[in-house]
């Protein structure tokens, strides 16, 4: 067997990955130790490329990290335009990058999107390329079901770091999907493209055919699987039915053939799903597999912010991850509607970003807001060059504090009236950081 990650701290080693997650998030690196071993964290990096890695931690205990997609589509082929988003993804605090193309010459776009992204863990989903290359190579969706393990493999060669799996989906739950009141049966891309695989071919999910051959060569490649959730809801209508319930039962018996062979998984969610049930999903994901790594797409609590899908998933965001969500996979404002451009993907960054910082603060206090409070202190002296570095986008703040002329210290919303400015030579006692940060109880939000 090869020696994963996840094996070498399955026999008390703290890997080194580990050591620099610890540092950075401010955790004990035995108790990260232990939860990478029994599969509650996974880590997302791909030492065989050259330059620098980043090391991207994800899980229990661990701040809430985000994905943004990028990749063409099978009408718009502009491998420009997608180095472009990767850049983006990088200079606006990206924690991981997946590339979803269709469209142009798969191979080559993915290996450009990896060298614009460098540091950021890629990650990728097999399918598209088995089912747009093996189109054409076959003649029609007739294609062998190695052919799709083939296309794994290529993946991993290439230096892919993570890739989503849609083992879950069985041909029965396919089936039984298709023939159901749903109002979108499967709303996966990948998992339509299998399941119309399946019932053509009349054959079985050929990852779960391969299965066992898939975990060895994640194991090879030290590799994450993501393991996908074809029968997420579509639809508010069609959340916590029968056919997203049976699906993540399955993902949680794959989740543990995972564990056995020390290959590191995480497991996808919703999906379009209304607040209150958020946490529900949330706790019974958790509980179900043990305490997996939870990576959700929203959630968007609402179907109906159409060019605002960003600002949906914002609030479906934050409470999946005041909940317990350990991993957001961000929207544009073109969700639904279009391939996003560069200045979408910046949106939908930020705003989940966002998203997964409020999330942070409601469930870890004091531990994650730290720069909330530095920035506060700034703001209450007026002290704008300190406060331009806590924006998401410093650029686009200076741009909206300057749009008036300005006459004041102040910003032009009170100008001379400003609360900060009138009372300034009243102020007698300002606190310091580190007393204001005890305000957040521990007890309310312990640390991890």
């Given amino acids: ?31 990260l130790r232990t939860r990478l071993a029994e599969g509650r964290i996974a880590v997302l990096r791909n ?38 988003k990767a850049r983006i993804a990088v200079r606006y605090g990206s924690d991981t990058i997946m590339d979803l193309s269709m469209g142009g010459d798969l191979d080559e776009i ?10 950021l863990p890629l990650g990728t989903v097999p399918t598209y390329q088995a089912w747009v290359e093996g189109l054409k190579r076959y003649g029609g ?3 062998p079901s190695d052919w799709f393990i083939k296309i794994v493999e290529r993946h991993l060669k290439d230096g892919v770091d993570y890739m989503t799996i849609h083992v879950a989906l069985s041909r029965r739950l396919a089936e039984k999907a298709l ?16 399941a119309a695989w399946m019932i ?66 995480i497991v996808e969610g919703p999906g379009h799903m209304t607040l209150d049930q958020i946490p529900v999903n949330i706790r019974l994901m958790k509980q179900i597999t043990k305490g997996a790594p939870y990576y959700v797409l929203g959630p968007l609590p609402t ?50 970003k966002i998203a997964a910082h409020v999330g942070d603060l409601a469930r870890y206090g ?17 002290d704008w060059d300190k406060m331009w570095q806590y924006a998401p986008d410093p650029q686009h703040a200076k741009r909206i504090y300057s749009q008036f002329p300005q006459a004041t210290k102040a910003c032009n919303m009170c100008g001379q009236y400003c609360a900060c400015l009138v009372l300034a030579k009243h102020r007698t006692n300002p606190p310091e950081l580190e007393e204001t940060l005890q305000r957040f109880n521990p007890l309310t939000a312990p640390l991890p």
């Fill in 1 to 31: 067997m090869a020696k994963t990650i996840m094996a070498a701290a399955s026999t008390g080693s703290i890997p080194e990955e580990i050591e620099i997650i610890a540092r950075e998030e401010g955790l004990p690196a035995e108790k």
């Fill in 303 to 352: 179907d109906t912010a159409m060019g605002y899908d960003h600002i949906a998933l914002a609030i479906g965001g934050a409470l999946a991850v005041a909940s317990g969500a350990d991993f957001l996979c961000y929207l544009t404002p073109a969700e639904h509607l279009s391939l996003p451009t560069p200045s979408q993907v910046k949106e939908g960054l930020i705003a989940t």
């Fill in 179 to 194: 023939k159901s009141k749903r109002v979108i049966p499967i709303t996966s891309r990948g998992g339509a493209l299998l």
């Fill in 110 to 119: 993915r290996r450009l999107i990896m060298r614009e992204a460098t540091p």
């Fill in 141 to 143: 969706i007739t294609m």
């Fill in 366 to 382: 004091r531990r994650a807001a730290r720069r909330d409070v530095e920035l506060s202190m700034h703001r209450a002296r007026l």
């Fill in 47 to 84: 030492t065989r490329r050259m330059g620098t890695v980043r090391i991207v931690g994800v899980g229990e205990g661990l701040f809430a990290k985000v994905n943004v997609n990028v990749g063409t589509s099978g009408t718009v082929v502009d491998p420009s335009m997608e180095a472009e």
């Fill in 200 to 265: 053509e071919n009349r054959e079985e999910n050929p990852y779960r055919q391969h299965w066992d051959y898939l975990l060895e060569l994640f194991a090879e490649y030290d590799a994450v699987i993501s393991i996908g959730d074809s029968l997420r809801p579509g639809t508010i209508a069609d959340q916590h039915d029968e056919l997203q319930v049976e699906e993540l039962v399955e993902a949680a018996r794959l989740l543990e053939d995972t564990r056995r062979m020390k290959v590191q998984a």
